[in-house]
């Protein structure tokens, strides 16, 4: 069965490093998502992508975050310069044409700030 | 502004025991709701949806039913079981717009 996967699993970083995360969505699928999930919370949006297009990146604190999928496949979610508060876990999520088609998520990744 | 307010864990239930979990929401219209489950160490997996009023949705033994009235949208399972343990997350969405997460709710089932 088809699967998004995401690397890395965990990541340790100091504050004011740079950290980088890297999701595959399913073959096939055009929208991609990122959200953050904070401890005790829930998922929440920070970019959607059609294809290679950003269509709704309102909650991504665009001073220190950055995402892009070059050939509207793969992802990259960077953050530059870490802060404590980043510590969370990162979940990637994709669905087959748009945001109608339910979404399939990663295992995330699981950042901690140090 | 849209918002989901879950019922909070922890739960622990013996097994075979009948499991609710509250959900209700705000939001200006009416949302798709949906509940979805992450267990341990895995991503989240699509449960069960209703898309509107008077719904219900349904999988694995779990139901639940878009209550506009009371705008709530309660997950049941009549006989939980230890691999129900997990967290489940209500959420809610309109049209192609993204997911609003309620807290979660971390199950645990004892043999």
């Not at chain 1, 740079?18 to 998922?43: E, N």
């Not at chain 2, 209703?50 to 949208?73: L, Q, V």
Request: net charge negative; aromatic share 12%.
């Amino acid at each position: 069965e088809a699967e998004v996967a995401q690397s890395p699993r965990y990541k340790i970083t100091e504050k004011s490093q740079a950290v980088a995360f890297w999701c595959d969505p399913i073959s096939g699928h055009a929208t991609l998502y990122w959200y953050r999930q904070i401890l005790g919370q829930g998922p929440e949006l920070l970019v959607q992508f059609q294809d290679e297009s950003v269509v709704d990146d309102s909650q991504l604190p665009k001073d220190r975050f950055s995402a892009e999928r070059l050939k509207g496949v793969d992802s990259t979610l960077k953050i530059q310069p870490a802060e404590l508060g980043d510590s969370a876990m990162y979940l990637c999520a994709s669905s087959l044409l748009s945001g109608l088609d339910e979404q399939y998520f990663g295992p995330g990744t699981r950042l901690t700030v140090t | 502004g849209n918002s989901v307010t879950q019922m909070e864990g922890p739960v622990t239930l013996s097994e075979e025991a009948f499991l609710t979990i509250n959900c209700t929401y705000t939001a200006t219209g009416y949302p798709s709701l949906f509940w979805y489950v992450q267990y341990p160490g895995e991503g989240l997996q699509l449960l069960l949806k209703a898309t509107k009023a008077d719904d219900k949705g349904s999988n694995k033994g779990f139901e639940a039913t878009y209550r506009k009235e009371t705008t709530s949208f309660h997950l049941e399972k009549g006989s939980v079981q230890v691999s129900d343990s997990a967290v489940y997350f209500c959420a809610l969405k309109f049209g192609a717009n993204n997911l609003f997460f309620g807290t979660g709710t971390r199950l645990t089932v004892i043999p």
